[in-house]
Structures are given as structure tokens and as C-alpha cells.
Nanobody
Framework: QVQLVESGGGLVQAGGSLRLSCSAS????????LGWFRQTPGKEREFVAA??????KTAYVDPVKGRFTIARDSATLYLQMNSLKPEDTAVYYC??????????????????WGQGTQVTVSS
């Protein structure tokens, strides 16, 4: 198990940008496939973006393609969010899956989760 900590959420106007970060409490993300998910009240947690351990493979849910970019280094996962829309408002969670070379888009594939960070986009 690895403890994940997100940061970077906040309130922004529509059209603005935010960058979310996720760290693994001082540990390296080596060998982990990583992802971002989001959840709004009364709805299931949904996939946003994912990145593989090596090879730089990425995947995005259609509504964020061209606006969000997922990236990683050895110790931090990032989600750059541009051209934000009110419908992007949610709690955003980072997730990690150990020992995988693939990109994972299913919430059930991940066994480590952060506590979430709130993103609110005003119209």
C-alpha cells in the first residue's frame, strides 16, 4: 500500500486553469500505473485520465481530451487542466496500481487512492 496525497484544487472561473498534483508520501512511483478520477455527489467515481508506468502511454475520457494533460515524474503525478468548464466541478482523486505496464481506466483496477481534492469551476 502507498499513501497518496493530492493538492492543487480550488475555485476557478470557467475558461481558467488548474494543475493538480499527487505525491506518494515521500516514496517513488516507480512500477506504478497511475490515474485521475473524479466524483460528484450522488454519482459514481469516473475515469478522467491515466498514464502507464513506462512508455508514456496515456488515456483520457472524451470530455477532457484536448483540455487536460496527465504527466508524471518519479515522485509526482500531475493533471494540467485548461479551459475548465462548470461540468468539470468534482472531487478529483489520484490512484495507483502497482506492477503494471498498462494504462488502466477502470476504477476497480486501482488499489491505492488519495483523499481527494475539490475542484470548483464557476460560470
Amino acid at each position: 500500500q502507498v499513501q497518496l496525497v493530492e493538492s492543487g484544487g480550488g475555485l476557478v472561473q470557467a475558461g481558467g486553469s488548474l494543475r493538480l498534483s499527487c505525491s506518494a508520501s515521500g516514496r517513488s512511483f516507480s512500477s506504478y500505473a497511475l490515474g485521475w478520477f473524479r466524483q460528484t455527489p450522488g454519482k459514481e467515481r469516473e475515469f478522467v485520465a491515466a498514464i502507464s508506468w513506462i512508455g508514456g502511454k496515456t488515456a483520457y475520457v472524451d470530455p477532457v481530451k484536448g483540455r487536460f494533460t496527465i504527466a508524471r515524474d518519479s515522485a509526482t503525478l500531475y493533471l494540467q487542466m485548461n479551459s475548465l468548464k462548470p461540468e468539470d466541478t468534482a472531487v478529483y482523486y489520484c490512484a495507483a496500481r502497482r506492477h503494471s505496464l498498462e494504462v488502466h481506466t477502470n476504477v476497480l483496477d486501482y488499489d491505492n487512492w488519495g483523499q481527494g481534492t475539490q475542484v470548483t469551476v464557476s460560470s
